[in-house]
Antibody
Framework: EVQLVESGGGLVKPGGSLRLSCAAS????????MNWVRQTPGKGLEWVAS????????YYADSVKGRFTISRDNAKNSLYLQMNSLRVEDTAVYFC?????????????WGQGTLVTVSS | DIQMTQSPSTLSASVGDRVTITCRAS??????LAWYQQKPGKAPKLLIY???SLERGVPSRFSGSESGTEFTLTISSLQPDDFAIYYC?????????FGGGTKVEIK
């Protein structure tokens, strides 16, 4: 059974940093691109970042480019999102999501999400 | 970036109704469109990909179609489990973008 479990969310002040993790199991992690998608409370979905299976291709939303870094460790079946210079508008539930196939960029499995709150 | 415009934003319907949700892309995305269903407090669930391909395990009452840059999700006979928010997503090019969502509520 595919499982994606996010962790690392919490309350942080504007300008602060946070590192999210996503532990994957139940599939060959190293064979799939992975993604972060966020959802502002009560609002819609926003794609944040994507990384290909061997980290050859990395993409970011303009809203986080230069502040967030996506990475993965295939040996640990883990996906990460390093978030720096956090802003109030980064407050959201952050989901990690698995690509349906290698580098197709739509998502068949999602984690339960981890809440990031940026507030002074 | 490609903009995805969903309509309506809210839809009131009864069990058994045929429901149609539309998503319009700001430019051509070929058939690179997915549909998701999200229930409160849960992660989105993939329903449809490549505009009209049904994800395995998804009931056949869900279907997708396309006409140019306009895409449609149809629920042929609405069931109690279908009351949720539905999102489209284009994966033609980066940045990946989602529609604003359509809430299907009980009439």
């Amino acid at each position: 059974e595919v499982q994606l479990v996010e962790s690392g969310g919490g309350l942080v002040k504007p300008g602060g940093s946070l590192r999210l993790s996503c532990a994957a199991s139940g599939f060959m992690f190293s064979g799939y691109s992975m993604n972060w998608v966020r959802q502002t409370p009560g609002k819609g979905l926003e794609w944040v970042a994507s990384i290909s299976s061997r980290s050859s291709y990395i993409y970011y939303a303009d809203s986080v480019k230069g502040r967030f870094t996506i990475s993965r460790d295939n040996a640990k079946n883990s996906l990460y999102l390093q978030m720096n210079s956090l802003r109030v508008e980064d407050t959201a539930v952050y989901f990690c999501a698995k690509d349906w196939d290698s580098s197709v960029w739509f998502f068949d499995y999602w984690g339960q999400g981890t809440l990031v709150t940026v507030s002074s | 970036d490609i903009q995805m415009t969903q309509s309506p934003s809210t839809l009131s319907a009864s069990v058994g109704d045929r429901v149609t949700i539309t998503c319009r892309a700001s430019q051509s995305i070929s058939s690179w469109l997915a549909w998701y269903q999200q229930k409160p407090g849960k992660a989105p669930k993939l329903l449809i990909y490549k505009a009209s391909s049904l994800e395995r395990g998804v009931p056949s009452r869900f279907s997708g179609s396309e006409s140019g840059t306009e895409f449609t999700l149809t629920i042929s006979s609405l069931q109690p489990d279908d009351f949720a928010i539905y999102y489209c997503q284009q994966y033609h090019s980066y940045s990946l973008t989602f529609g604003g969502g359509t809430k299907v509520e009980i009439k």
